[in-house]
């Protein structure tokens, strides 16, 4: 989750009135912060990512309507862990995964010549943001689990 955090935040502050997910990241970036509210202190701090540029809209779009499909497999696990304080930051994992804005998204990015200039920013954009979830990830690590435990 941190990592999330520090990722969609960065994003957060190039997501305007041209992304489609502009209100969604909105909310997935307060859920985030509201549910690793709930958590002890943390000695483990994101890296501090950064972008070299603002990201095509559509970039961001990719990633954050990406994100919910992987978010649902994540909330799996989260189910399944029994520490009351994990069960208690689900918010972002809930969050909905809305099937009409990834086909829209996905039906802008296929509108795209697939040879063309734009094709080829946003292709390069989501790969700096995935680069963010990379860069966030140094410093992060996984506490110690007990066998058995789910993270």
Not at 57 to 82: F, H, T
Not at 83 to 97: E, I, M, S
Request: with cysteine.
């Amino acid at each position: 989750m941190l990592i999330h955090a520090a990722s969609f935040g960065v994003l957060g502050h190039y997501a305007d009135r041209h992304c489609l997910t502009q209100d969604l990241l909105a909310r997935m970036n307060a859920q985030l912060k509201a549910d690793l509210a709930g958590f002890p202190a943390s000695a483990f701090t994101p890296g501090a990512p950064v972008l070299a540029r603002a990201p095509d809209p559509l970039a961001i779009d990719y990633v954050v309507c990406g994100s919910r499909l992987g978010s649902q497999l994540l909330s799996r696990r989260w189910l399944q862990s029994r520490d009351a304080v994990v069960r208690a930051a689900g918010g972002y994992l809930n969050l909905p995964h809305n099937p009409e804005l990834w086909r829209t998204v996905c039906a802008a990015l296929s509108a795209l010549a697939p040879d063309g200039r734009r094709a080829a920013r946003i292709v390069r954009d989501v790969r700096a943001v995935f680069g963010l979830f990379i860069e966030s990830g140094r410093g992060v690590q996984a506490p110690a689990m007990a066998e058995g435990q789910v993270q």
